[in-house]
């Protein structure tokens, strides 16, 4: 079964609609590089939308009927979006999930060193990178610092145009000879990740014959310092996070495709929650799940294996049907879910990964993955067919465009999702989502039609599974 390439399919309303989608995605990328930066639009678009934080609900003490919009916040990195539906929440949800942390470079919790005429960050890197894609590019930081009295300092240096950036360098071709005999996987090795920061010293005060050690270091605090409010110890108690500085672009001649950091999985996180706040009616409780750590296996508070979804089913069905524990189970036993996040694009510079009757192609719509996970299907969460047959129905029905795909040749990889995690309740669970090219690397590519197309098909599942 080959699927059609989708652009000459779409009228002049519909390239209107795929537009409007495609810059407020891209304007979500740019304002969204970390994932409580996504945490943070995604309160306030949900807050626009009329939707109220649980915990107010929860105090206010009154019952919540049809059509209330809540949302609730976990330590800033996670957050789930209800819409309750006509039938009691114990009939089951209609969940979009997709992860919202990406893979980056992480500054570790001393990390201030001067080495040679040059200040530095110490780093840590999250989720799996080729390291060598990392160096000889601008970088941004972005994060927190968490001072001791609680008082959080937001940071992002290196978006803007005037904001200095910072780098990773690498070793010159000329010298690279050795360098370039390593294996890939070495050329860059984890501890050689760190960030240049600086190369100015700080003045020396007048008087002072030998020179001060350590003199750039000591200019970088006095400018955090000054700037930030921020002291050495602070670090202890940062996240933040190297992430490439810069916007998100259209890319190719044609402006079919965008080129940006982050769109796994945030390609599928921002849709999903455009298509949460479309829903304006629905018989089932329509969710939209956003989660951290899914790079580094879903582990956490604030990842797919903690607790803090359920905690809040059981909320809300203290809030709507009266506390019952069986109401829960039965809540997220009947739910059903698209577990959203990027699927292989297949490249034709490296065909030889693909196998090409079950690759997805960018460009021909949302992609569906029966299973995950590696070798026979090792770690997958393989979805029922009986599930598959009622989403191609609801697809078909919303005129939606979709493909189905695995990840690359059968003995050559894999990779795994949250799906596997919430099928642990018994719901019916699916992998989808959108495919891209250079996954993980610090920029990734992806089809505006397969953008809109996943939009389009999240809202009809949520209102129609
Ligand atoms: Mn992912
Ligand atoms: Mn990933």
Sequence with gaps: MDKKNLWNRYSEAELQELNEISAKYKKCLDDGKTERECVHIAVQMAKEAGYRDVKEVIKEGKKLETGAKVYAVCMDKMIAMFRLGDEPLSSGMNILGAHIDSPRIDIKQNPVYENTGFAYLDTHYYGGIKKYQWVAQPLALHGVVVKKDGAIVNICIGEKEDDPVFVITDLLVHLAAKQLEKKASEVIEGE????????????????????????????????????????????????????????????????????????????????????????????????????????????????????????????????????????????????????????????????????????????????????????????????????????????????????????????????????????????????????VLNMHAPYELSSKADVYEAVKGYRAFLKNI
């Design 192 to 435: 050689k990740l760190d960030l240049m920061i600086a190369s100015r010293p700080i003045e020396q005060e007048e008087g002072l014959e030998k020179e001060e050690k350590d003199t750039i270091k000591k200019n970088v605090l006095r400018i955090l310092e000054k700037s930030y409010g921020i002291t050495e110890e602070d670090f202890a108690s940062a996240e933040l996070e190297i992430v490439p500085a810069g916007k998100a672009r259209d890319c190719g001649l044609d402006g079919s495709m965008i080129l940006s950091y982050g769109q796994d999985d945030r390609v599928c996180a921002f849709t999903s929650l455009f298509a949460m706040l479309d829903v304006t009616e629905s018989k089932r409780t329509a969710c939209c799940l956003l989660v951290d750590k899914e790079e580094i296996g879903s582990v956490g508070a604030t990842g797919m294996h903690s607790l803090f979804f359920e905690n809040i089913v059981a909320e809300l069905v203290a809030l709507t049907e009266g506390e019952s524990n069986l109401k829960v189970r039965r809540a997220l036993a009947n739910s059903r879910m698209l577990s959203s996040d990027v699927s292989a694009g297949f490249d034709p510079m490296f065909e030889e990964a693909f196998e090409r009757r079950s690759a997805a192609f960018l460009g021909k719509g949302l992609s569906f993955n029966k299973f995950t996970g590696s070798r026979g299907k090792n770690g997958s969460n393989d979805a029922n067919a009986e599930y598959l047959a009622a989403l191609r129905r609801v697809m078909d029905d919303a005129n939606v465009e979709y493909q189905f795909s695995e990840l690359g040749k059968v003995d050559v990889g894999g990779g795994g999702t949250i799906a596997y995690i919430m099928a642990n309740y018994g719901m019916e669970v699916i992998d989808s989502g959108v495919a």
